[in-house]
Nanobody
């Protein structure tokens, strides 16, 4: 059974930091592209960050560039999202997702949530002003 389990969310003041973790099991995630998405109340889910299977390339939502960093540890089947300089507008439920990495076709659609096969249950991040 494929599982993605997020952790590390919580309540933080603006300007603070959080580190989200995603523990993957049930398949060989070392060959998958991994992504983080978020959904705020009343808004559509949006892409936040993604990383290729080998960690060689990363991709970010423009509004989080320079503040968020995605990384992975394939030996531990873990993906991380380090979030610094948090803003109230970062408040959302954050989801980890996985998809098979097939090269350039994956790169072309890496920001599209519907192209991801597996999803976690989400972790709440709340940033107070």
């Amino acid at each position: 059974q494929v599982q993605l389990v997020e952790s590390g969310g919580g309540l933080v003041q603006a300007g603070g930091s959080l580190r989200l973790s995603c523990a993957a099991s049930g398949r060989t995630f070392s060959s998958d592209a991994m992504g983080w998405f978020r959904q705020a109340p009343g808004k559509e889910r949006e892409f936040v960050a993604a990383i290729r299977w080998n960690g060689a390339s990363t991709y970010y939502l423009d509004s989080v560039k320079g503040r968020f960093t995605i990384s992975r540890d394939n030996a531990k089947n873990m993906v991380y999202l380090q979030m610094n300089s948090l803003k109230p507008e970062d408040t959302a439920v954050y989801y980890c997702a996985a998809r098979q990495d097939t090269g350039m076709a994956t790169v072309a659609t890496i920001r599209i949530g519907t192209r991801y096969e597996y999803w976690g249950q989400g972790t709440q991040v709340t940033v107070s002003s």
